[in-house]
C-alpha cells in the first residue's frame, strides 16, 4: 500500500515532533497532528515558532519548513482519521491513580478511546500505529475494540511502533535513529502493514536500522529499553551514596567502569536522580505485568530501581537541610533548573520538584530560575503533589526569569538540571551577593569544582567522598 495520508492523534512531545519530520522527510504524505487540547493545537499554529508546546532543539526550523504545506495541526480528530490510510495513536498513558492497578499499571483509557472513535470513524480500511508506550499485548485489545466495533467490512492492521527519542535531543533521535522497530501480525496482511510503516521510514532511514518483530516483542522491548536506561542511573546512584562513605569518587568509578567496552561509558553519570514522563511509569507497567503473571521475583527486581531513584531524591534534599546546619527555615535556596533534563521545557515526575517538596515542609524559601520552564507550570507541578495548600506553595516558591536576581541573597544553590548556560554565569558575581558561607549543591555534576571552591564556595557534588 501507497501511504500519502497519515493521522497522528495526540500532539504532545512525542505525536509533534516525530509527525512533524516525517512531514519533513517525506513531503509526499499529508501528515494531519489532531488532538482534543484546542490550546495545544493553537500553540503548534502559532506564527511565533517560540510558542511552539514543545522546546526542542531545531524543531521550529522543521516545523516552519513543513508546516501548512504538508503537515497540518488540527483538532477535527474524525476527519482526520476518516481521510488517512495510517493512523498514529500517540496519546498519553501515564501511571493508573484510581482503581486495580492503581499507581502501577499504564492507564489505558485514552487509548481505548482512541480505538472506539477510529472505529465509530472509518468508513475504509486502516492501519492503525501504536506509538504510545504500551503494556504488552495492548495491540489484541485494540483489535478487538476495532474489529468489533466498526463498521463491519473494514479491516484494520494493528502495528507497533514504540517511540525510542530522547526529549532534549529529539529532533536528532528522529532524524538520525538507532533503530526504528516495527512490530505485526505475522500473517500476509500483518506483513503488508509492516512493509508499509517500513517504507515511510525508509525514506530517511537506512534499511537495515528498520527492525521488524511479531508485535509482543515490539512492545515488549519499549519497557524493556527505558528499564535497562533507567537501571544504570539507579545503579550508579546507589554506588554515589557508598562513595560518599569511602571516599571513592563516583566520577573517577564511573570512568574506569565505563571504559570497559562490556559496560559502555553511557547512562553512568551519577545526578540527584532520573525524571520524565516514563522512565517511572515504564518500569511501574513492567512490574504491575510481572506482577500479573505470578512472577513476584521479576517484580521486586525491576521495583528497586524506582525504590532507588526516590531515595536519591530525598538523599539530595536531606544533605541540603544537614549541611545547612539542620536547618533550612526562612532560608533563601536558589534552584537553577526545573526541567527534568536540559533542552526541554518537560517537567514530568523531575527530581527538582521532589526537592523542592522536601525543603518546603522545612518552610524554606525556594527561588527557582529555568530557562525554559515557564512558573505556571512550577506551581501546578507542586499542587500535584497535595501536600500542602496551592497557597502555601506560592508563598514558598519564588519564581525569577534571571538567575543572578534568583541567587541573590540565597544561602545554598542547588543544581537540578544540567542546563550548559549554567556553566557560563559569573560565579564571582553570583557569590558575592549570596549569604556566607555561600553553598552550591551539585545535583548533576555540571561545574566546575575547583573554580568554584576558588571563588568560596562550599561545594558538595553527589558521590563524593571526603
Ligand atoms: N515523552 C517522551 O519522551 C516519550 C518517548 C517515547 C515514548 N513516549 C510515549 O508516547 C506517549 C505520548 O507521550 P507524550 O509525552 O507525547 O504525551 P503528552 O501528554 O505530551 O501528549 C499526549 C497528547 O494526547 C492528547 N490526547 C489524549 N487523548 C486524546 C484523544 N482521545 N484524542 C485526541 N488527543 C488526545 C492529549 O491532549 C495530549 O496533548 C506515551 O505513551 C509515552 O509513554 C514518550
Known sequence: MNINKICCIGAGYVGGPTMAVIAQKCPHIKVTVVDVNQARIAAWNDKDLTKLPVYEPGLDKIVSEARNRNLFFSTEVEKAIDEAQMIFISVNTPTKTYGKGKGMAADLKYIELCARQIANVATSDKIVVEKSTLPVRTASAIKDI????????????????????????????????????????????????????SEVYANWVPKERILTTNVWSSE??????????????????ALSELCEKTG????????????????????????????????????????????????????????????????????FAHNIIKTLYNTVADKKIAFLGWAFKKDTNDTRESAAIYVADELLSEQSNIAVYDPKVVSQQMYSDLDYLNTRSSEDNRK????????YEACKDAHAIAILTEWDEFKTYDWQKIYDHMQKPAFVFDGRGLLDKNKLKEIGFVYYRIGEGE
Open 248 to 315: 571513592a569518587n563516583v566520577d573517577e568509578v564511573a570512568k574506569a567502569i565505563g571504559m570497559d567496552s562490556r559496560i559502555g561509558p553511557k547512562f553512568l553519570k551519577s545526578s540527584v536522580g532520573f525524571g520524565g514522563s516514563c522512565f517511572q511509569k515504564d518500569i511501574l507497567n513492567l512490574v504491575y505485568i510481572a506482577k500479573t503473571y505470578g512472577l513476584n521475583e521479576v517484580a521486586n527486581y525491576w521495583e528497586q530501581v524506582i525504590i532507588m531513584n526516590d531515595h536519591q531524591k530525598r538523599r
Open 396 to 403: 514558598g516558591l519564588t519564581t525569577y526569569s534571571n538567575p
Open 146 to 197: 476495532l474489529d468489533n466495533t466498526g463498521k463491519g467490512n473494514i479491516k484494520f492492521q494493528i502495528l507497533s511502533n514504540p517511540e525510542f527519542l530522547a526529549e532534549g535531543t529529539a529532533v536528532s533521535d528522529l532524524i538520525n535513529p538507532d533503530r526504528v522497530l516495527i512490530g505485526g501480525e505475522t500473517t500476509p496482511e500483518g506483513q503488508q502493514a509492516i512493509t508499509a510503516l
Open 220 to 237: 515488549l522491548s519499549k519497557l524493556t529499553a527505558n528499564a535497562f536506561l533507567a537501571q544504570r542511573v539507579s545503579s550508579i546512584n
